[in-house]
């Protein structure tokens, strides 16, 4: 079907010597589910990298040892969600566009809409998690300022620091 609209999409820009503002390639099944895996595993590797960045302060100071903790455990759950959003997205696509589950007995089949089940649901409690991951991030490093060493007062000279013209 959407090979037919590309084609008559085609046929009707062949004739134009420009193309619309508003236009958009319609691709076909194949296209769609490599774009969305290349799109979604792409995602998923910022935000490990972004997750990961995070990480490293696994062994700074912090102001007291609960802040320590919530920095690693929010650290931790920032770099595991993209890891559990790239799984969700492969058994996705393994039983959504793959013909494997169609040979399978019924008790298979209720095996794969069992884990389908627990993943969506997962996914779900899952996000809402990663939010407050971020947001206590957020907050712990704003709450690290209260409580910085004496050096970060000094005051810098950047005229004997940075060449300048004369």
Excluded at 94 to 101: A, C, E, L, R
Aim: one cysteine or more.
């Amino acid at each position: 079907m959407r090979n037919s609209a590309n084609r008559n999409l085609v046929s009707q820009f062949e004739q134009r010597k420009t193309i619309p503002t508003f236009y958009s390639y319609i691709p076909s099944e194949a296209d769609y589910i490599s774009i969305i895996l290349l799109s979604h595993t792409v995602t998923s590797m910022v935000g490990g990298i972004f997750g990961a960045i995070h990480c490293f302060g696994w062994s700074f100071n912090f102001p007291s040892h609960v802040e320590s903790i919530l920095w690693r455990v929010a650290a931790s759950l920032i770099t595991g969600f993209p890891v559990l959003m790239l799984v969700h997205l492969g058994f996705y696509l393994f039983t959504n566009h793959f013909s494997v589950w169609k040979s399978w007995s019924p008790l298979g089949i209720k095996i794969k809409d069992s884990i389908r089940h627990l993943i969506k649901y997962t996914f779900r409690i899952s996000a809402p998690v990663y939010l407050l991951a971020r947001i206590a991030l957020l907050v712990e490093a704003l709450l690290g300022l209260r409580n910085l060493p004496p050096g970060a007062y000094s005051v810098v000279e950047w005229s004997s620091v940075l060449p300048h013209v004369s």
